[in-house]
């Protein structure tokens, strides 16, 4: 049954284009955008939304990386971890995720992928699919991930497991040097899957092959991967040198300087940067001490580490991140829309759906301050906070 529509009106809408409509009129019915227009007057009768003049109207935001929140973790497996994820995400302006797997023993992994394959929740984010991360990554770039549970790449287990999660895998953080690593991504380029580049020490060379059978991504920038060096370009510099190579960043100035940020931002640019947080379940909570892949996580001051100081995930917010971004030179909000959304949408290959406020798109929007603090959130037409 048709439902009456509702208005978002006011601030300035944002685009990947580059392009911007101030004061825009956005008609939003049963969960889609119908309408952007620039009318002056909604119809005298209509629900309409009033944003403030120097606030920012966004496409929700999309989070390919996240283990859990608010005590919630992929990996409990549960309906109520996925529910507790979705109904919290709002906050932050982001309207849809991949959850966020870790390396860990074969049964936890499946029965996360089977918990996913059956969740069914519409309050909140949208629940877009699994992201594979580990376990068939290097021990040398283990990072947080348990090593007794790294396994070598193998395509046949990871056919077995999209069958599993009928489908879901949408991502697969992979280590393409480890013996099958290539096979694995034959594997996944053959079902549609995103393959990505993380937890990995492989070599320029490697990747150059890598590229050439389908590699796409790469897991955040510069952590758990071998660095660049004057000798070895490693992972960072093959990502710089690649045409294609699309690259996650955790900007929470903990994981990555701003400088080297800038850096990356500079040489890669909007279209192939994706701002993720890499959150764990610690998120939300304040300080205190947590689990992460069964390994211990103490939480102080905004930083996640193990007990040896290994970085552990992080506690970082998406809109957390729009702010640290915002504070780099040249930056502008079509960039922001970009790096949150757009270029998301369109890995994920649902860019007709999702990445930008087109009539047809899901309402999925977000209002926020010029300096990047969230005021409002709606999933599909329906504000969540």
């Known amino acids: 049954m048709m439902t009456n529509s509702m208005y978002i009106q006011g601030g300035t ?3 990947a284009d580059g392009s ?13 955008v119908v309408s952007v227009t620039t009318a002056i007057e909604a119809p005298s009768d209509a629900d309409v939304f009033h944003v403030a003049d120097d606030d920012v109207i966004l496409p929700g935001m999309i989070d390919l990386h996240i283990h859990g929140s608010y005590g919630a973790d992929v990996m409990d497996g549960t309906n109520e971890a996925l ?26 992994i499946e029965q996360a992928l089977k918990n996913v394959a059956g969740y069914y929740h519409d309050r909140g984010a949208e629940l877009l699919g699994v992201h594979l991360e580990g376990p068939f990554i290097s021990p040398l770039q283990a990072g947080a991930q348990p090593k007794e549970a790294i396994r070598q790449p193998d395509a046949a287990t990871f056919r077995r497991w999209q069958q599993l999660a009928d489908g879901y895998i949408r991502l697969v953080t992979f280590a393409p040097e480890e013996e099958g690593g290539l096979e694995l991504l034959d594997a996944m380029t053959d079902l549609g899957v995103i393959s ?7 070599t320029y060379d490697v990747i150059q092959e890598a590229e050439k059978r389908g590699l796409t991504h ?6 758990g991967m071998r ?4 000798r070895e370009p490693g992972v960072v510099g093959s990502i710089y040198l690649s045409k294609q190579l699309k690259a996650e960043l955790i900007f929470d100035g903990v994981h990555v300087s701003p ?3 800038r850096l990356s931002w500079q040489i890669l640019g909007s279209d192939r940067l994706m701002l993720i947080t890499d959150a764990m379940r610690g998120k939300g909570l304040g300080d205190g001490d947590f689990e992460l892949g069964g390994q211990p996580v103490a939480i102080r001051n905004r930083e996640a580490r193990l007990s040896d100081g290994t970085l552990a995930g992080s506690v970082l917010t998406m809109d957390q991140a729009v702010r640290h971004a915002l504070k780099l030179p040249g930056i502008q909000w079509t960039d922001i829309v970009k790096v949150t959304s757009y270029n998301q949408a369109k890995s994920l290959k649902i860019d007709d759906r999702k990445g930008a406020l087109k009539p047809g798109y899901d309402a999925d929007i977000v209002v926020m301050t010029q300096d990047g603090t969230v005021k409002n959130t709606w999933c599909k037409g329906v504000e969540r906070q």
């Open 83 to 108: 529910a507790m994820m979705s109904r919290t995400l709002p906050k932050e302006g982001v309207t849809a995720y991949l959850a966020t797997t870790i390396t860990d023993e074969e049964q936890t």
């Open 227 to 230: 660095p660049l060096h004057h």
């Open 259 to 261: 400088e080297v940020a």
């Open 218 to 223: 790469a897991t955040h920038l510069f952590n």
């Open 20 to 32: 911007e409509i101030k004061h825009p009129l956005i008609e939003i019915r049963d969960g889609k």
């Open 196 to 202: 990505s580049i993380g937890h990995s020490h492989a």
């Open 13 to 15: 809408l944002y685009h």
